[in-house]
């Protein structure tokens, strides 16, 4: 199982860590150091400028929206990045939920994501491989675009740079069982949101059919520490504002999946009491024992036998959230 630091979006401001971080992670052996984006930070900037200040580590995006460009935008994104790091990209994708596409980015969120998602990754593709111009006959991304307003002029394009990687991996970020099922046909790998190493029945017969060489890489907040209830507060944290707050109350991914994981009532509970407004009541109602089961939080003893349950099953790269360098530097020696 191979290592990666997951360095999110930016809260406030520029993380100034972010860059010592991605480079102690490189020393100590990480495989790979992935950025986000939410409505703040995108994910390209940050990582390009990591790029510049690493040589090996591999540069993911867990996850750039699809919603924020247009797929030929995001494939130009990538194969500039991959040239300029030497072949180092790994494009996370994610569709994300209705609140987000429609309230920052002003469109319609698909009436079929399934299809929307997989119509992207075909546009992404096309434009990678540089075989052709540029074409689908897409219900949301058709090219050339031929629909209410055009001029008629369009035409299939191909990318005037050549891709150095025609195969550049492409991972998304999906949740519902159809959509997991449908990235192990398309993708090259998977970013589980929540994963739970005591759960993997979950996804066994969707990740029974992926093929040679393809990626599952949770991610997962880790901290070494002596208190394990203090170590579980951001846990907790992130996942009362994740299932509280990125989504509506008819319509949350974010709940939904914890519901499928064991905890449908206790999703329901954080989700409303979030959308009443009393927060530290919502964080305080996420069950510790779920929070516990998808981060390796606590002394190293207990990270060292919590680290092996993950590396028994189907995880290929467990992706770090964490910002404390030594806890990096020991998951790297319990990962051998």
């Not at 930070?41 to 510049?52: E, K, P, Y």
């Not at 944290?237 to 990125?246: E, P, R, S, T």
């Amino acid at each position: 199982m191979r290592l990666g630091l997951a360095l999110g979006y930016w809260g406030r401001g520029p993380d100034p860590r972010h860059v010592e971080l991605a480079m102690a992670a490189e020393r100590l052996g990480y495989d790979s150091v992935w950025t986000a984006e939410s409505w703040g930070s995108d994910a390209f900037t940050a990582l390009t400028w990591i790029a510049a200040h690493t040589r090996r580590v591999q540069l993911g995006t867990a996850v750039a929206q699809m919603a924020a460009r247009a797929p030929t935008a995001t494939a130009m994104h990538a194969l500039t990045l991959d040239h300029l790091s030497g072949g180092r990209m790994l494009l996370g994708l994610g569709l994300s939920g209705p609140q987000v596409v429609e309230g920052w980015y002003g469109r319609p969120f698909p009436d079929s994501p399934l299809t929307a998602t997989r119509e992207y990754v075909e546009v992404v593709r096309q434009v990678l491989r540089r075989r052709a111009p540029v074409a689908l006959e897409g219900r949301h991304h058709p090219l050339p675009y031929t629909g209410p307003g055009a001029t008629g002029l369009g035409k299939p394009l191909k990318p005037v740079t050549h891709p150095l990687r025609p195969d550049l991996p492409v991972l998304l970020g999906a949740e519902g069982p159809r959509n997991i099922a449908q990235t192990v046909r398309i993708a090259d790998g998977w970013l589980p949101l929540y994963w739970s190493p005591l759960r993997t029945g979950l996804h066994a017969a969707a990740l029974a059919h992926a093929p040679e060489g393809f990626m599952v890489a949770p991610l997962a907040q880790a901290h070494l520490c002596a208190d394990v209830a203090e170590g579980l507060r951001p846990v907790k944290a992130m996942l009362g504002f994740y299932i509280g707050a990125m989504g509506h109350a008819s319509r949350n991914f974010h709940a939904d999946l914890m519901a499928r994981m064991g905890f449908p009532e206790e999703a329901e509970r954080v989700r409303s009491l979030f959308l009443a407004g009393r927060r530290s009541e919502a964080v305080a109602a996420v069950p510790s024992a779920f929070a516990d089961e998808i981060s390796l939080v606590g002394p190293r003893s207990r990270i060292a036998e919590r680290l092996s349950l993950w590396r028994s099953g189907p995880v290929t790269d467990l992706l770090v959230i964490t910002r404390d360098v030594e806890t990096l530097r020991v998951l790297a020696e319990l990962n051998g």
